[in-house]
């Protein structure tokens, strides 16, 4: 069952998806849902021999296409509509043990492709507002399958955090004629001890107002809304710097470095929206080799995120460790 | 922006393949070719990279705050 019910408290809507708490977790390896099928062998969710990139509705979705009608209604204080969505699942590669930031720059670039795909076909459908892509990667940000994926959520409305960096965005933008991420990433190319990496359209730092020691941010130079606008250089660009960063990122600490990675675009909702600049988040939880970033009480309960470091003196750590990309020939 | 913007390698070209699943849903299958329809799947172009024992540790499981 699942079903979409408004916090009047917060003007937030949240799903309930009640058949998620069955789902597969954490299998062994030789059961893994989302390995090919080899002949012979268990039958996983992928019914073909090998792959190189999947994209499928996720078998245990938090919102569907024709949901039920929700069990209870609404009522003078409470709201709720049936869970209409549409969640997939992104295999980025047929082998088990690899990761995105083991993958070569190559990949990731189909990886691009395959996202592009994904915004403009979830997009096209009337009732997604807000297309998100993102990826979950290590049990400590509460993984329940290893093989390497993402997820995207389509969504019927403009998520809050979204909605919240839109309404500000506009605001900049009506006040100073100016795109906001666009003063942000002037003043952090300036600055320069906060960037990680850069390459001709992007560029990859720890933002001044980090909420995460490793937060780290990649942006577009130019000023563009989704992932569909990127041309064909941008996509190779954003691909490399990706690599570099999601490499880096587990040379810190020697581990298959865990994160939160999400896709900031423009919504789907048919109008422009032109103030707004496409970005990705990556939110890793580990605050050093052993320890890890919690959200409690100031976090959770007040909205005030409190890191424990300082985003100048992170950076440098991080850039030390971006190495060159190396195409294929 | 820079206006003598490189690419890195030659432009690839992203092809679907769909299929409706028994229990109703849909997969998608990508396959990828370069400009003059080579194949560029997996072992052609981007296989697997460093294996993952190159890294010695996990991240830790419990959170502190």
Excluded at chain 1, 60 to 87: T, W
């Amino acid at each position: 069952m699942s079903e979409l019910r408004y916090n009047p408290l917060l003007g937030e809507w949240l799903a309930t998806a009640t058949h998620r708490q069955d789902r597969t977790f954490l299998p062994p390896k030789d059961f893994c849902p989302l390995c090919p099928t080899k002949p012979g062998m268990h039958p996983t969710e992928v019914p073909e021999p090998d792959y190189d990139l999947v994209a499928f509705e996720n078998r245990f979705p938090s919102l569907k296409n024709d949901p039920p009608e929700p069990a209870i209604q609404s009522n003078g204080i409470y709201e709720v509509e049936p869970g209409r969505g549409i969640c997939e699942v992104v295999l980025y590669s047929s082998n088990h043990n690899t990761t995105l930031a083991q993958e070569p720059v190559e990949r990731i670039y189909k990886l691009i492709k395959v996202w592009r795909n994904r915004f403009e076909e979830l997009s096209s459908h009337d009732f997604i507002k807000y297309v998100f892509i993102f990826e979950n990667k290590g049990e400590a940000v509460g993984v329940t399958l290893h093989h390497p994926h993402g997820q995207i959520y389509a969504y019927p409305f403009v998520p809050p955090v979204v909605k919240k960096e839109m309404r500000r965005s506009r605001k900049y933008h009506k006040k100073n004629g100016r795109c906001l991420l666009c003063d942000i990433l002037q003043n952090e190319t300036e600055y320069k001890e906060r960037i990680v990496a850069e390459n001709q359209s992007f560029v990859a730092y720890i933002p001044f107002f980090a909420r995460y020691p490793y937060e780290t941010h990649i942006s577009a130079k130019r000023h563009l809304g989704a992932i569909t606008d990127l041309d064909e250089s941008e996509q190779q660009d954003l691909a490399e710097i990706m690599k570099q960063l999601l490499a880096a990122f587990d040379r810190l600490f020697d581990v298959s470095f865990p994160y939160m990675m999400v896709m900031h675009q423009r919504p789907s909702d048919g109008k422009p929206h032109e103030y707004y600049h496409f970005h990705i988040e990556f939110y890793p939880p580990m605050r050093t080799a052993t320890k890890l970033k919690y959200l409690a009480g100031s976090e959770a309960g007040a909205g005030m995120f409190i890191n424990d470091t300082l985003p100048e003196q992170k950076a440098p750590e991080l850039r030390a460790l971006v190495q060159p990309v190396t195409w294929a020939a | 922006m820079p206006k003598d913007k490189q690419l890195k390698t030659d432009p690839i070209n992203i092809h679907e393949r769909r299929v409706a699943m028994p229990d109703g849903r849909y997969m998608v299958f990508f396959t990828f070719t370069d400009g003059s329809g080579r194949d560029l799947s997996n072992g052609l172009h981007g296989g697997s990279g460093e294996e993952p024992s190159a890294l010695h540790g996990e991240a830790p499981e419990e959170q502190h705050v």
